[in-house]
């Protein structure tokens, strides 16, 4: 496997390689790749000591493309730190995928795919929080094709792909990623260890078909803490079960079996007597005291007026 990344827009790309001997024809492809789909030019060109990245036919390919070329320090991976710190990245994600889903090693070209797109579509704090991809095309991704890696999938089968008329319309197989060019495009691996791909299929994200039978569900955390709940805001999902405790101990509409208990004699605690309440008691006025009797004024001493006749 051999990893190439921007420096600038800390954007990652990765290619399967047969042997070390295909680096350079992998180097190539990508300096193409580089000029045509995205009217760029390199300008230097920084790998470690290796014999692959050392060969005269490495750097007259580079030359040519009036790359300047710089290497690292034999066994001072410190001095090419960013590539290195990726490539550890890359490596968790791949391994943490890989033991989830319970998947063969020959898949391993799969996974490293699938990482390096999930990468690419994650916020990176030296970006201020925006995405490799965003810094390359200049636009915000979409991100609601992806789904978990290694999942089991009910895949839509054409009339050309089934045996008979009769035969099922849809098939169980595992997803491996999204089609190159077309994040639409999902990419399955059939039962016959065939790759089949289709932009039509039901997705269940907490189903592992590659996994034993006895461990079909996502490994418990081992910190302690519950998994977080897979998003039910996709296609396919009732809006009814968005508030639910868990998907898988909905009873999506029919009767839960009655469990038998084990011991009959086993007496349940009995609840406490609650008072009962009284609804809206009637209401009893109550009563007037009466008005108190009136004590009359002392009289007041008024002088006596004068009268006086006029003339």
């Not at 009036?66 to 710190?85: D, F, H, L, W």
């Not at 991704?141 to 890696?149: A, E, G, S, W, Y």
Request: charged share 20%; with cysteine.
């Amino acid at each position: 496997m051999i990893t190439f990344y921007d420096d600038f827009t800390s954007h990652a790309w990765t290619m399967p390689l047969c042997s070390k001997a295909a680096a350079i024809t992998a180097a190539k492809d990508f300096l193409e790749m580089v000029c045509v789909e995205h009217n760029a030019h390199i300008i230097g060109w920084m790998s470690d000591a290796s014999r692959e990245y050392k060969s005269d036919l490495f750097n007259r390919a580079l030359l040519e493309k009036v790359i300047k070329i710089y290497q690292s320090t034999p066994r001072t991976p410190m001095q090419n730190g960013r590539a290195e710190c990726l490539g550890r990245t890359l490596m968790d994600k791949a391994e943490s995928m890989w033991h989830q889903a319970c998947i063969p090693d020959s898949w391993w070209e799969f996974v490293f795919a699938h990482t390096t797109h999930i990468y690419n579509h994650t916020p990176v704090a030296c970006l201020r929080w925006r995405t490799p991809n965003e810094m390359l095309k200049g636009e915000m991704p979409n991100i609601d094709h992806l789904r978990v890696f290694g999942c089991g999938a009910f895949v839509y089968l054409p009339a050309t792909a089934r045996a008979n008329k009769m035969a099922p319309k849809s098939e169980l197989m595992t997803y491996i990623g999204v089609a190159p060019g077309n994040e639409r495009n999902f990419l399955f691996m059939h039962s016959t260890n065939a790759v089949f791909t289709t932009a039509h299929a039901v997705f269940d994200e907490r189903h592992f078909p590659r996994c034993p039978k006895n461990r079909c569900k996502p490994l418990e955390n081992p910190f302690g803490r519950a998994n977080p709940k897979p998003t039910t805001d996709r296609p396919g999902n009732p809006p009814e079960d968005i508030n639910s405790d868990d998907d898988v101990e909905h009873d999506h509409g029919y009767p839960h079996p009655q469990v038998q208990d084990d011991n009959p004699k086993r007496e349940e605690p009995e609840a406490p007597e609650e008072e009962p309440i009284q609804i809206n008691p009637p209401h009893t006025p109550s009563p007037v005291p009466p008005p108190a009797p009136r004590t009359p004024s002392p009289a007041r001493n008024l002088p006596p007026l004068a009268l006086q006749h006029p003339g």
